[in-house]
């Protein structure tokens, strides 16, 4: 009973029970449809509810089956509130418009079938980009004064990855296929890769060391990582091969020229980020690269010197409209690539999904960053 009064929870209720609200007044005719859209809402509330926090499992299959449910339903009301926004304002807008009149009348008698098959169609259209799996995204980095033997490096990035519900061994398989023909001169792992325990996912995740035998690796954790094991998971991902950084750096050298890569701590994670205590003591060096989940790192790594800031974390919102949500909350370094003083930022979007298993507007990735001096084309 306590977990139903903590403040986030009750957060979410109240959000829901607004939601409900708002979508029966506008779009429900009769009894039935205020029940048949009870369902979903009251499926979503039950992750938070029961799921968060470690109080049940997803062992069973019936678990599994709410799960899935729960994050579908997240998704498509996101679409159905939107388009019955969308509804409401082109009726307001077109009332007293005698011009618009056939527009107003349209949105009055077929709107409700229209939002129902438009949200069903963007959810559709949502889950089938998802399972569509990564693409490579390649982009340059122009890094002033770099020195020449940088010229052309090149950085693969994976991010977000959240093996465990959804994304198993063989979403995992595809992308070290599409990473090893980069051939990457250094391998970033920004963070989120797990949402479970090494005993569940340790075989999942096992195609990755492919890529820690291929070129130099780094890994630092996310707060789905920390969330699920922050000690365990580091050991093993130092047992695939990968140079776990937490708050901590390491050097490699690229014929003459040393470059030192950090990594910190998830804000979630104890003592938290620290770009200046990560790169202390280091040597100095003709590029210094800092691996962060969060990008809200960036001023205080711009601040101690860092070139270039690599991070995850926002998924770019995955979908509309959590996409101008997070552009509000983390915006400038919301998705892509963004300046904050003399440093880059790039925040990919993310390699696979959470939550829902949608991406309308945003799609998951493999990044290749090649740093420049000058602008010059990808080979």
Do not use: C
Request: aromatic share 8%; hydrophobic share 45%; no cysteine.
């Amino acid at each position: 009973m306590r977990r139903l009064l903590e403040p986030f929870l009750l957060t979410v209720t109240a959000m829901l029970v607004a939601g409900y609200a708002y979508v029966t007044w506008r779009l429900a005719t009769d009894p039935r449809q205020h029940v048949a859209l009870a369902i979903p809402f009251v499926l979503v509330w039950v992750v938070p509810a029961i799921y968060w926090g470690g109080r049940r499992r997803d062992q069973s299959m019936l678990d599994k089956l709410v799960l899935q449910a729960s994050y579908l339903s997240m998704g498509w009301l996101s679409f159905l509130v939107v388009l019955a926004l969308v509804r409401d304002v082109v009726l307001v807008t077109t009332l007293w418009s005698p011009a618009l009149a056939r527009v107003h009348a349209i949105a009055r008698d077929a709107g409700i079938p229209i939002v129902f098959a438009g949200s069903l169609v963007a959810l559709l259209v949502g889950t089938m980009r998802a399972r569509r799996g990564p693409r490579v995204h390649a982009i340059e980095v122009s890094i002033p004064d770099l020195h020449p033997d940088l010229e052309g490096f090149r950085i693969a990035q994976i991010t977000d990855l959240h093996v465990g519900r959804d994304i198993r061994r063989p979403y995992v398989e595809r992308v070290v296929a599409l990473t090893k023909p980069l051939k990457a001169d250094l391998i970033a792992l920004t963070g989120d890769m797990v949402d479970g325990s090494v005993e569940r996912l340790a075989d999942e995740v096992a195609p990755l060391a492919e890529l820690a035998r291929a070129s130099p690796a780094f890994f630092v954790l996310g707060n789905h990582d920390g969330y699920s094991g922050a000690q365990v998971w580091s050991a093993h991902f130092r047992k695939l091969g990968f140079n776990v950084l937490l708050n901590t750096h390491a050097m490699m050298e690229r014929k003459g020229a040393r470059i030192v890569v950090a990594g910190v701590l998830d804000p979630t994670l104890r003592p938290g980020p620290r770009p200046d205590v990560a790169i202390a003591n280091a040597p100095a060096a003709a590029l210094r690269v800092l691996l962060a989940h969060n990008p809200k790192s960036a001023p205080d790594a711009e601040r101690v010197g860092y070139d270039l800031q690599l991070s995850g974390h926002t998924h770019g919102g995955q979908f509309f409209p959590w996409t101008l949500v997070v552009r509000r909350i983390h915006g400038p370094h919301h998705h892509g690539l963004s300046r904050r003083g003399k440093m880059w930022v790039y925040v990919s979007p993310g390699t696979g999904t959470w939550g829902p298993p949608v991406r309308l507007g945003t799609r998951p990735e493999v990044t290749l960053l090649r740093l420049v001096t000058a602008r010059s084309p990808f080979p």
